[in-house]
């Protein structure tokens, strides 16, 4: 499966952004998908995942509140509906996939799939 990230941006502190991720060779329903993000000098970090089993969603506390991830399985897309954005989030995000997972894993070693990122900045 192929993963196409999408849909960042630059916005100031406050505002919401929308990211999307296609999957494509592949049926997304079958894929549990994550979102981590990574700033420059440090370490890939997750942020949101949502599993094939029955949708159920998980957050990292950083962003616990404010993102949400849902999943359109008609449309193959999975997306992080980002708000009450913080300078903190600026970061590349990229999502990961992996095949039937009950719990996704917040390690990025977890998942074999892998998007090619999209930058969010966020001025304050």
């Known amino acids: 499966v192929q993963l196409q990230a999408s849909g960042g941006g630059l916005v100031q502190a406050g505002g919401s952004l929308r990211l999307s991720c296609v999957l494509s060779g592949g049926s997304s329903g079958s894929y549990s998908v994550a979102w981590f993000r990574q700033a420059p000098g440090k370490e890939r970090e997750f942020v949101a995942a949502?599993?094939?089993?029955?949708?159920?969603?998980y957050y990292a506390d950083s962003v616990k509140g404010r993102f949400s991830i849902s999943r359109d399985d008609a449309k193959n897309t999975v997306y992080l509906q980002m708000n009450s954005l913080k300078p903190e989030d600026t970061s590349v995000y990229y999502c990961?996939?992996?095949?039937?997972?009950?719990?996704?894993?917040?390690?990025?070693?977890?998942?074999?799939?892998w998007g090619q990122g999209t930058l969010v900045t966020v001025s304050s």
């Open positions: 990961a996939a992996g095949i039937r997972l009950l719990r996704p894993p917040p390690s990025p070693t977890g998942y074999g799939y």
């Open positions: 949502i599993s094939w089993y029955y949708d159920n969603t």
